[in-house]
């Protein structure tokens, strides 16, 4: 008997040292673990501006990188045209109504934001075995109870508020003069270093730490937020465009530059085949007058940030996952970014009560090729300016548009267009169709009722 058991432990041995050497072995189990997912959020890009999207002018090679490798959405929206309320939908798979923050959070330290009840991606796929991190831009409260670690993150670097200036790291838009850098709920100093390189070499360790289990990464870029500040090499790159653009385009290339080497780092760790990397910007372009007034392009669609015209909600998004995904695929169904929060459950085999989201799952519209999931999306900035988008028809509640590409008539307080047949949104036909604005107009109060303030 003993004969026999030291013949199954030194058989057994052999096995197990074989697993160890064999790397086909260690790559199957590797994509037998749930995978990995990153979500890389930028601020303020402008519909079309990167390469995959059609931008001329600008040279973003990691992003069409991401589009070549996976799956690129024409019709994808924010559920905002301001970043607060973006990144609410984001983290909850709400409209950021139901999220409990419809506007932006506030600047100051101690103010609280997204409510603490609300449910964020990080605490759901913590709960099932991932390590979380953010890294980057927050804005979705400066409260104890309210920043990344009480949130569902086990690991947090970056700045609370809005916007920071990437040397100093200080806040200079509002009130007093307030440095805003943190790790893990205390403050650093970290003075004359490049915030975007910083968050590179952040996440860079965040990641090599954690490829041996599961993690889920928010690496929320600030960039081309103001201030432009754009790294030597790519404002020399672009000198010779005009201004605003040259300023937002050396932005654009140094965002673009910093994903190319988070994805070289998955290569690197051999990780890349079975992490999910999904890319969107939170929004329009701004034509604030602290980004020189312009500077992005949202192509043929007018608007821009805090506009409900396609220019302001419409946004270029990917998602990419080499091992399990189609690749160099683009889908023209109308996609939200609510959708991510149910979709990633999905693809990480997470079980969830659809009842929890207004989000729905991209799965089938990637897999089968299955129309949108969304009959009907709202959008909401106040009681009198909002959105509904029903099939290709779009009511507006008294619009506005920064990128003033078309004047806006005033008495106008209901802006009705299709879509398809106009995606330029450049003729109201409110008056043409009354039924079809009582229609959408039903379809928001109905909605508006339903939310729970």
């Known amino acids: 008997m003993k004969s026999k058991s030291k013949i199954i432990k030194r058989a057994v041995g052999i096995l197990i040292l074989i697993y160890a050497l064999n790397p086909a072995i260690t790559t199957a189990q590797k994509l037998a673990v749930k995978p990995n997912v990153i979500i890389i959020y930028t601020d303020d890009q402008g519909t079309i501006d990167a390469n995959c999207y059609g931008a001329k002018d600008l040279y973003t090679p990691n992003i069409d990188r991401l589009a070549n490798s996976g799956v690129l959405f024409t019709q994808f929206y924010a559920a905002a045209a301001i970043c607060s309320a973006s990144r609410a939908a984001l983290l909850t798979g709400k409209t950021p109504l139901n999220a409990g923050l419809p506007g932006n959070a506030s600047a100051i330290r101690g103010e609280a934001g997204l409510p603490t009840e609300q449910i964020t991606i990080a605490e759901t796929l913590k709960k099932n075995g991932y390590k979380t991190g953010h890294i980057g831009k927050w804005h979705l409260g400066y409260s104890d109870k309210t920043m990344p670690l009480a949130q569902g993150f086990d690991y947090s670097f970056g700045h609370m508020s809005g916007c920071i200036d990437n040397y100093s790291h200080f806040f200079y838009w509002e009130g007093a003069n307030r440095h805003d850098l943190w790790e893990n709920g205390k403050e650093v100093w970290m003075e004359g270093e490049y915030f975007p390189d910083v968050m590179a070499s952040k996440a860079e360790k965040f990641i090599t730490e954690n490829k041996d289990k599961s993690f889920f990464l928010y690496y929320a870029l600030n960039l081309p937020h103001y201030p432009l500040q754009a790294t030597k090499k790519w404002r020399e790159y672009y000198k010779n465009l005009e201004s605003p653009r040259d300023k937002y385009a050396a932005c654009i290339s140094t965002l673009d530059e910093r994903i190319g080497l988070l994805l070289d ?51 270029p998004a990917i998602i990419s996952w080499p091992s399990k995904m189609p690749k160099n695929q683009v889908i023209e169904e109308m996609a939200v970014n609510a959708d991510w929060f149910p979709s990633i459950l999905d693809l990480c085999k997470i079980g969830y009560d659809k009842d929890d989201f207004e989000g729905k799952s991209l799965v089938d519209v990637i897999y089968k090729k299955k129309k949108s999931p969304h009959e009907v999306f709202w959008w909401y900035d106040n009681a009198n300016r909002w959105a509904v988008r029903k099939g290709d028809w779009k009511l507006l509640k008294n619009p506005i548009d920064p990128s003033q590409k078309i004047p806006i008539e005033t008495i106008n307080s209901f802006y009705l267009v299709n879509i398809r047949n106009n995606p330029t949104e450049s003729e109201n036909l409110a008056a043409k169709y009354p039924e079809k604005v009582e229609e959408l107009n039903n379809e928001f109060n109905n909605w508006n009722k339903s939310v729970k303030k």
């Open 265 to 315: 780092k998955l290569d690197e760790l051999k990780i890349r085949e079975n992490t999910i990397v999904i890319f969107q910007s939170d929004h329009g372009h701004s034509m604030e007058q602290r980004t020189f007034s312009g500077g992005g392009n949202s192509g043929i669609y007018r608007g821009a940030k805090f506009s409900f015209f396609e220019g302001g909600i419409r946004v």
